[in-house]
């Protein structure tokens, strides 16, 4: 028997059940979209398997010896935010937060892009549609319909979003959003607006997402979590989040927030602890639910002794984006970076053993800001006010370091709103102050854990050791340090604890960490003025409390 979600068609569209599973839906809307019915051939939910196939004996991918899906991007290795657009029209205009982030693009030139990705998809012999949700939580989730030239693309999806059973897919009927994917066609970079030959765009109107110039899976994803993060404040009146979430054994939820290179996904990946997702969540008024139905976790450097779960989610039916492979054993070289940093693995969330399906928890207990800061500044634990909280969501700081990215020589600042610049939609006070009501509401704990350098900026002190660090995340799940006895940071005017169970005293308060005052003292200086520049472009449009909660 054909398990839920797992459908393959090999008939004519005249023929096959699926073809009549999607004409008794609406069949319309793919000729009134301009696709030629006579001609392509639609592959609808097809099987793992079947995907397989067709992505070996059509793209060039292969079988790794873990049974993964080794396939390709092609000349895009990873996402394009400068050819990132949102459509600029009556419905949504008011809420967007334009400028560098979310750029306007006209509706004629959507209408163009959409109308050149369709002619391409109308080129190929096979059409892959899945059809899936987003969100765990039914009250709260969306339909999405994916419609691509590539099967690697419809399974990345497959793992992606949450896949439905056949009786979901059967009752699916209109989808809430389409993503139109004809990556492997450019755009006209001489279309008005466009700045490249790649162009992803959202039409919030239309429901509709296009994307041309770029192969790289990683779109779709992200697309689909910038879509969320509009809907669900603006729609639905819930807080959508870039964080990875996990459960105890009492039920008591954490939300864990940083940038690449902080430890999130490391840090919440907690054996002792259920996960609820990795990367995308919505704090809603019942709790908290999982954005997706699987994981898409960074490859470089991967192994079975640091990341296991990550290491043994690797296996049929996931894929394996961008990694080398030795051509006679078929086994992933996970540390070789010739082709790009960015490789990447995408695989559906039940593959991780400790993980909670649904992928639904209670309302937080504790939200963690995870930093890397490599001036050797921040305490390694500090207790955050609903005003801090605010500030420091809203700034999203980490640190760059020599040796993550081609160029950086020193240490530089890096401020990602939000913890997640890219993907916001609307203004940056609009998710502040909801994640502010949620904690006063339902008396969650905000903690800014800095995993980066101590007794000494980059060059001179020493990373945090990762065990000192899951020794606080353990103080903080078992309760206490909300029952410790704090004093002041200054400058920052944090909240640093005393004492924290398997962590030397000396290393919780930075300045006793240091053996040179007065080049603590700079760097102090240095780092409180960055936050405040970083600051100056959000500080007219939030509240009193919060911009005094900045350093002094």
């Not at 009786?167 to 066609?185: K, M, V």
């Not at 006895?485 to 000396?506: A, C, D, H, R």
């Not at 308060?509 to 960055?530: P, V």
Request: net charge negative; glycine share 8%.
């Amino acid at each position: 028997m054909t398990s839920p979600g797992n459908h393959h068609d090999e008939l004519p569209n005249s023929a096959n059940p699926e073809y009549s599973l999607l004409k008794r839906e609406g069949l319309q809307l793919f000729s009134e979209a301009g696709f030629d019915m006579d001609k392509i051939h639609l592959k609808r939910n097809a099987s793992v398997a079947a995907l397989y196939e067709d992505a070996i004996s059509k793209e060039g991918a292969v079988i790794a010896s873990n049974g993964a899906l080794i396939n390709f991007s092609g000349k895009k290795t990873g996402r394009s935010p400068k050819d990132k657009r949102i459509v600029y029209e009556e419905t949504s205009k008011d809420h967007v937060w334009w400028g560098p982030v979310n750029i306007k693009m006209d509706e004629h030139t959507f209408e163009i892009n959409r109308e050149r990705a369709i002619d391409y998809l109308n080129t190929r012999e096979d059409i892959y549609v899945f059809d899936g949700f987003a969100g765990w939580e039914p009250k709260y989730r969306i339909k999405v319909r994916v419609i691509c030239a590539r099967a690697y693309h419809a399974l990345f999806m497959h793992n992606m979003l949450i896949r439905p059973t056949r009786e979901e897919l059967e009752n699916f009927g209109e989808p809430d959003f389409i993503i139109y994917n004809a990556g492997q066609f450019p755009a006209n970079r001489f279309t008005a607006g466009m700045t490249s030959s790649t162009s992803v765009e959202i039409n919030f109107k239309r429901r509709e997402m296009v994307i041309l110039g770029t192969e790289y899976a990683g779109e779709m994803k992200k697309g689909v979590f910038s879509v969320m993060h509009y809907l669900q404040p603006v729609k639905f009146g819930q807080l959508s989040l870039h964080s990875s979430a996990n459960e105890g054994k009492d039920g008591d939820v954490s939300l864990f927030f940083g940038l690449s290179g902080t430890g999130k996904t490391t840090l919440s990946a907690d054996p002792q602890r259920h996960l609820i997702g990795d990367d995308e969540h919505v704090w809603s008024d019942n709790g908290v639910f999982n954005i997706e139905g699987g994981c898409y976790a960074k490859c470089i450097g991967l192994s079975k002794e640091n990341e296991p779960e990550i290491f043994n989610a690797i296996q049929f039916g996931s894929i394996l984006e961008n990694v080398s492979y030795d051509k006679s054993s078929r086994i992933p070289d996970y540390n070789d970076s010739k082709l790009t940093e960015n490789t990447r693995c995408a695989y559906a969330i039940e593959k991780i053993p400790n993980a909670k399906i649904p992928c639904i928890g209670g309302h937080p207990k504790n939200i963690i800001f995870l930093t890397c800061d490599a001036y050797g500044v921040l305490p390694p634990i500090s207790k955050l006010s609903e005003a801090q909280a605010q500030y420091h969501f809203i700034l999203g700081y980490t640190s760059k370091t020599p040796g993550t990215e081609t160029g950086v020589t020193e240490p530089s600042p890096t401020f990602s709103t939000c913890y997640g610049q890219p993907f916001i939609v609307l203004a940056p006070r609009v998710y502040a102050r909801m994640l502010a009501e949620r904690m006063e509401k339902y008396k969650a704990n905000c903690w800014l854990i800095n995993t980066g350098w101590a007794g000494g900026k980059f060059g001179k002190g020493k990373r945090c050791p990762l065990k000192y660090t899951r020794a606080i995340i353990n103080a903080i799940h078992s309760g206490e340090l909300a029952q410790a006895e704090f004093e002041k940071f200054e400058t920052f005017n944090l909240q640093i604890p005393k004492k924290v169970t398997g962590v030397p005293s000396e290393l919780l308060h930075s300045r006793t960490a240091w053996n040179d005052d007065k080049g603590f003292n700079a760097e102090l200086t240095k780092l409180a003025g960055m936050f405040k520049e970083a600051f100056t472009k959000y500080e007219d449009d939030v509240d009193a409390d919060v911009k005094a909660a900045g350093p002094e």
